[in-house]
């Protein structure tokens, strides 16, 4: 555990430590925070550091802030979550047994790129894995995965044929993903993607770039997603909850 405390980067450290001690009521609602030199000393941190910890505190409505005062826990009540982010599994859930997957390759890769996605050193391995899913036997979308080195590689060879890697990390590491971050942009398809989902060179697509954290904001797996663009639709869902 504390290997992995002192990868994590520092404002994550102060962030979940002050997150820690309002949800166990030791900062109750309308305490005022330590002050920002008082943060500093207390985590041997720049002010940097103390700041992205205090923006992403207030962002997710944990704390206030006021000007000349200070930090302030605040009353936080959700007053709405994501019910549905209509994806693959959504559309097709209605004939879920005609969807299928195989793992085309699992290998251990370097890339400074994702690595600062991970959080990681930027020279340090880590899990890449290529897989297809298909509907009825057809081919429907490609998908690169990065994943963490202190995830096991065998998890990931296990079953060649699992279909959600959402389930498997439930199933496997107790692991939930709580927040997504998600782009989608329009490509044209390469030489590689046209021959794993058997559509011709040029033919658009849709490309989509997720990063899944756990309940501690940790990057646990960036997935690469090429669609076929006449088999997949996005759409999202709100549901308000009010309170």
Request: aromatic share 10%.
């Amino acid at each position: 555990m504390d290997k992995l405390i002192n990868k994590m980067p520092i404002y994550k450290v102060i962030y979940n430590t002050i997150a820690e001690k309002i949800h166990n009521s030791i900062y109750k609602v309308g305490d005022a925070l330590p002050s920002e030199s008082e943060l500093e000393k207390m985590f041997q941190a720049s002010r940097t550091p103390v700041r992205q910890a205090l923006n992403k505190l207030e962002s997710d409505g944990l704390i206030y802030r006021s000007q000349g005062r200070g930090s302030f826990v605040a009353n936080f009540k959700p007053i709405g979550h994501w019910t549905t982010m209509t994806g693959f599994k959504h559309k097709y859930m209605k004939d879920w047994k005609k969807i299928s997957a195989r793992t085309i390759e699992v290998t251990k890769t370097v890339s400074p790129y994702y690595a600062s996605v991970l959080e990681i050193n930027s020279q340090e391995e880590m899990i890449h894995l290529k897989r297809i899913r298909m509907d009825n036997g057809e081919p429907v979308i490609y998908l690169e995965h990065y994943l963490p080195p202190h995830l096991s590689i065998e998890m990931f060879q296990k079953d060649p044929t699992f279909i959600s890697i959402d389930q498997l990390f439930k199933d496997e590491k107790d692991i939930e993903f709580t927040t997504i971050n998600e782009e989608l942009e329009a490509i044209l398809a390469d030489t590689y993607l046209a021959k794993h989902l058997q559509i011709n060179e040029g033919y658009p697509i849709l490309k989509s770039t997720r990063i899944s954290f756990d309940h501690q904001s940790n990057p646990i797996d960036v997935t690469v997603i090429y669609l076929r663009s006449e088999k997949w639709k996005y759409a999202i869902e709100f549901n308000k909850v009010m309170q």
